[in-house]
T-cell receptor, first 115, second 112 residues
Framework: QQQVKQSPQSLIVQKGGISIINCAYE??????FPWYQQFPGKGPALLIA?????SEKKEGRFTISFNKSAKQFSLHIMDSQPGDSATYFC??????????????FGKGTHLIIQP | DAGVTQSPTHLIKTRGQHVTLRCSPI?????VSWYQQVLGQGPQFIFQ???????GRGNFPDRFSARQFPNYSSELNVNALLLGDSALYLC???????????FGEGSRLTVL
């Protein structure tokens, strides 16, 4: 049973546009929601993370929107640049258990920013 | 400061063999986790160690084992390798049980 569903699988955006990636989760015990960026041949790099007590978090061009009632969260990349072309993963974890649980990842979104 | 370091970066094994992968966490981080990433998929949680004790385990068979040393470095061992074990094995560290998780570049294992 996939606990974190991510969409779309792939996304093409023009330079300067807004990239939007969506995730939905099933486990209501999840209370930590990070987004990771991964380039080919590299490990995932943490971009931004949110907890359920806020509905939005912004860091530079990256924004997470969180809807607790709908059990959904999304990543918005403003003014998308060719260097943003990578695979993006959403993830979720139950931190209240002392952090013993691992992250549950979505299947990833392959983002291409066209010049 | 150095990030999470893993070795080896690439290795090729044959079915039935055993493999040991190594990880050094970021200085000051006491928690180490291991993830398996099959091509085209998101990482899957294997183990978490904190203060040298296993604190969490994902849905992987007993062929997978790990340990954490007094200096907080860690080893992942996989016995009786199967073709399906071919993947990128990622190590990640964080300061305590919860909090931000930082990944290494991974060890790419190919099983023939």
């Amino acid at each position: 049973q996939q606990q974190v569903k991510q969409s779309p699988q792939s996304l093409i955006v023009q330079k300067g546009g807004i990239s939007i990636i969506n995730c939905a989760y099933e486990n209501t015990a999840f209370d930590y929601f990070p987004w990771y960026q991964q380039f080919p041949g590299k490990g995932p790099a943490l971009l931004i993370a949110i907890r359920p007590d806020v509905s939005e978090k912004k860091e530079g061009r990256f924004t997470i929107s969180f809807n607790k009632s709908a059990k959904q969260f999304s990543l918005h990349i403003m003014d998308s640049q060719p260097g943003d072309s990578a695979t993006y993963f959403c993830a979720a974890r139950r931190d209240s258990g002392g952090g013993a649980d691992g992250l549950t990842f979505g299947k990833g979104t392959h983002l291409i920013i066209q010049p | 400061d150095a990030g999470v370091t893993q070795s080896p970066t690439h290795l090729i094994k044959t079915r039935g063999q055993h493999v040991t992968l190594r990880c050094s966490p970021i200085s000051g981080h006491k928690s180490v986790s291991w993830y398996q990433q099959v091509l085209g998929q998101g990482p899957q949680f294997i183990f978490q160690y904190y203060e040298k004790e296993e604190r969490g385990r994902g849905n992987f068979p007993d062929r997978f084992s790990a340990r954490q040393f007094p200096n907080y470095s860690s080893e992942l061992n996989v016995n009786a390798l199967l073709l399906g074990d071919s993947a990128l094995y990622l190590c990640a560290s964080r300061k305590r049980g919860a909090g931000e998780l930082f990944f290494g570049e991974g060890s790419r294992l190919t099983v023939l």
